[in-house]
């Protein structure tokens, strides 16, 4: 069974950082594609960021392009996503996800892509 447990959420002024953290058992991420989504209250969720399963190609939505870096650390099988220039838009739950076989290739910005999700890290950004 794989799970997987973020972290790193909290409390932060507009122009900030934070570094949120993708924590997995059951499943070895340099083998695995990972992808960070995020909801707002009222909306849908929404693809952020992901890396293929090789860790060679990362893919961001628009609006966090060069805010944002995704990258894995594979001694702690953990993934990162790095958040810089945080914006108040940026303000969700933030989710990771992975797909239920490994090397899994895909389209990595859809939610049906991934399986297995974690229950989230509260990310809130002040103006």
């Known amino acids: 069974q794989v799970q997987l447990v973020e972290s790193g959420g909290g409390l932060v002024q507009a122009g900030g950082s934070l570094r949120l953290s993708c924590a997995a058992s059951?499943?070895?991420?340099?083998?695995?594609?990972v992808g960070w989504f995020r909801q707002a209250p009222g909306k849908e969720r929404k693809f952020v960021a992901a890396m293929n399963w090789d860790g060679g190609r990362t893919y961001y939505t628009d609006s966090v392009k060069g805010r944002f870096t995704i990258a894995r650390d594979n001694a702690k099988n953990t993934v990162w996503l790095q958040m810089n220039s945080l914006k108040p838009e940026d303000t969700a739950v933030y989710y990771c996800?992975?797909?239920?076989?490994?090397?899994?290739?895909?389209?990595?910005?859809?939610?049906?892509?991934?399986?297995?999700w974690g229950q989230g890290t509260q990310v809130t950004v002040s103006s």
């Open positions: 996800g992975a797909p239920r076989y490994a090397q899994s290739s895909g389209s990595y910005n859809h939610e049906g892509f991934y399986d297995y």
């Open positions: 059951g499943r070895t991420f340099n083998n695995s594609a």
